[in-house]
């Protein structure tokens, strides 16, 4: 994987890390959302033994940029610059993958249809601190599985019945349904809890 970092944000980051005066400090590019047309990215602080273990990293002057392997695909090709403003200056991150691309009319339903709820589904459910992923689609029924705050979360079946499924069924009228495929007794930390 390839990320630019220009000599200008390079001096301005080495000048924020020299700031903070504290030792074997790093930068990480976090993202958001990805593959999503609201995904986002961002710099989060980060000590050597707080990056992912499996990240990569890229030296720069006098710290360094990690970027997690799950990131891989979204920041590919990014860049880093910083440019001077009338009101100072701008640090900006240019990731041209990390929106990722709508499927194709005609690409398969399960790409489409996973789009959609990453696009317009997962972040309502982020507010609450959960997200859902397509796990299949058998017999015209789309199969999902909740994670994080949904997952065990005493209003997953609400959530599915009466917003997420109506919204997934006016965009694919070939689906005859939505089904949550989740184990919640699994779940550590849901949002409302089951009296």
Known sequence: MNIKVSPEAQEFLSEVIEKHDVDDLHLQVMVKNPGTPIAD???N??????????AYEFKQTNYSLFVSKNDEKYLDDASIDYDMTDTGGQLNIKA????????DEDAPLHDRVQYF????????LAM???NAKLTSIDDGYAFIEFGGGCNGCGMAGQTLS???????????PELKGLMDGTDHSTGEN??????
């Open 162 to 172: 009466m917003g997420m499924e109506t919204k997934l069924l006016n965009q694919f």
């Open 117 to 124: 709820i990453d696009a317009e589904l997962n972040p309502s």
């Open 190 to 195: 849901p949002y409302y809890t089951k009296d």
């Open 41 to 43: 990215c961002f710099l």
């Open 96 to 103: 041209p993958k990390l929106k990722g691309e709508k499927p």
């Open 128 to 130: 609450h601190g959960g």
């Open 45 to 54: 602080f980060c000590e050597r033994n707080e990056a992912p273990v499996d």
